[in-house]
């Protein structure tokens, strides 16, 4: 099977307007770029929407089961297991369709599903079938959206403009789980109660919830209008599809998608600098995970503290992670991507050393006791800006190296690895947690993580050594 290029996906002039900027690599020239912004926002809309539909999915589940641990794994598992099997054939169909269509229809595709939600809800207040089920399909849907955002980034900036537009990429990703999965969903509840609805011989009862599931519709309608609104020719594929797509949920699909797998993942294991770059982002989004698996165990075990107080932590660590953010093009201007990517590393590792080391210490010196707080604070706004010192720069460099052709594979394939990793890890990071401490499984972390960036340093040193770079 051959992929054939066109000739002229785009005209030189729009192409003018968003990617030959004067000054290069500057937040001015992503937030002057009009396409950019409208993708931008929808970003920032969809993943609020994302994130509150998780949110109000979990608090369902838990109103209706009275809190049942079995299934409120079910309704985790609803919107996680289908980043496994979609992810890679997800990235196949967006390197063949044209990236605007792809958004637009994965966020109408998720505003249906959610107004049926709502539907789903009042019709039958305590069935989870069906939550479960349109759930599913949201985030199936989902990982079509995401690797076709991600791979429409370098076709509005530009790869001299990569490392801003990603940092207001990572900015906005943190601050839309905070407003999705803490804030809006509380907004909401506080300010609907529940109301009847007359439908002639009956009568609907709207709660809250169905409230909440209402407005994340409509935030998927309005991403849905701002992609409309991106000028098609911006993202229209490099591939011909009328040659390359399947046809048939049958064979010929399987067959397509087996191909292209194998030949992204020979064509990474060539790239060294792709390859370590996709283990960096991967190894950080585990990570992340990981610290949102123990963080409320470390508050209530090490601290001594209530699991609310969970803004102790998560407070300074967000302040560190925008910060690191808008720092990120200024630090990738003067130094190069591999020294930042290594100095974060060390730095991640020494605040995950060092935040259950430091309360030991505190109760041993009394003259840390009255600062314990203080270094947590500190440490956690350490580590925030560290996860961003390896995540935007190793981002970059996969977006950098990964041909037009093959984005959309290269970062599915990071999706995949990042969501099937994840499981083994957080279950075997909860019961080492639990047999041998907090503080324990977080050195081991922080071993980890001085292990993988010797491997990377030493794979990429050996490379070049070889002329493989």
């Not at 030189?12 to 992503?30: C, I, K, M, W």
């Not at 990572?170 to 999705?180: E, K, R, S, Y």
């Not at 890890?425 to 980890?448: N, R, S, T």
Request: glycine content about 8%.
């Amino acid at each position: 099977m051959g992929i054939k290029k066109k000739d002229a996906a785009h005209p030189p002039d729009e192409l003018a307007v968003t990617r030959n900027q004067q000054h290069a690599g500057s937040f001015r020239n992503v937030l002057n770029n009009r396409p950019f912004m409208l993708l931008w926002v929808a970003q920032l809309l969809s993943q609020i929407g994302f994130n509150a539909a998780n949110y109000g999915v979990l608090t369902t589940v838990a109103k209706i089961t009275n809190g049942s641990v079995i299934l409120s794994g079910m309704a985790i598992i609803s919107f996680t297991l289908p980043a496994v099997p979609f992810s890679l054939l997800a990235g196949v169909y967006v390197d063949y369709l044209d990236k605007r269509l792809v958004l637009w229809v994965s966020n109408a595709l998720r505003a249906i599903a959610t107004f049926l939600i709502v539907v789903a809800l009042i019709w039958n207040p305590n069935g989870l079938l069906f939550l479960f089920l349109l759930n599913f399909f949201i985030s199936m849907v989902t990982q079509f959206f995401m690797p076709a955002e991600s791979s429409a980034i370098p076709l509005l900036v530009g790869t001299e403009n990569l490392v801003p537009a990603l940092s207001l990429f990572n900015i906005t990703l943190n601050v839309a789980q905070a407003i999705g999965f803490l804030v809006l969903g509380r907004v909401i509840e506080g300010f609907f109660s529940t109301f009847q609805v007359p439908l002639g011989f009956a009568t609907a009862t709207v709660t809250a919830t169905d409230m909440l599931f209402a407005v994340i519709g409509l935030s998927y309608l309005l991403c849905t209008v701002l992609v409309l609104a991106i000028p098609h020719t911006l993202l229209r594929s490099s591939l011909q599809s009328e040659h390359a797509l399947p046809r048939s949920p049958g064979k010929e699909m399987w067959a397509i998608v087996q191909h292209d797998i194998k030949g992204t993942w020979k064509f990474m294991r060539r790239d060294r600098k792709l390859y370590v770059a996709l283990l960096q982002v991967s190894f950080i989004g585990i990570l992340l995970l990981v610290i949102g698996e123990l963080a409320p165990v470390f508050v209530v075990q090490i601290l001594g503290l209530q699991s609310t107080d969970l803004t102790l932590l998560f407070a300074p660590a967000g302040i560190g992670l925008v910060l690191g953010g808008l720092l990120m093009p200024l630090a990738t201007r003067y130094l190069k991507k591999s020294l930042v990517i290594f100095i974060g590393s060390i730095l991640t590792a020494a605040g995950m050393i060092l935040l259950p080391l430091s309360q030991v210490l505190a109760h041993r010196i009394p003259f840390l006791y009255p600062w314990a707080l203080f270094m947590v604070g500190t440490l956690a706004f350490v580590l925030g800006l560290a996860l961003d010192m390896v995540n935007i720069p190793a981002q970059t460099v996969l977006q950098e190296r990964a041909p037009e052709e093959e984005r959309g594979r290269v970062l599915s394939f990071q999706f995949m690895l990042n969501n099937a990793g994840s499981i083994p890890v957080l279950l075997g990071a909860g019961f080492i947690g639990q047999a041998l401490g907090i503080g324990v499984i977080m050195y081991m972390l922080g071993g980890a993580i001085l292990l993988f960036q010797w491997w990377a340093t030493s794979y990429e040193a050996h490379a070049q050594k070889t002329g493989a770079l």
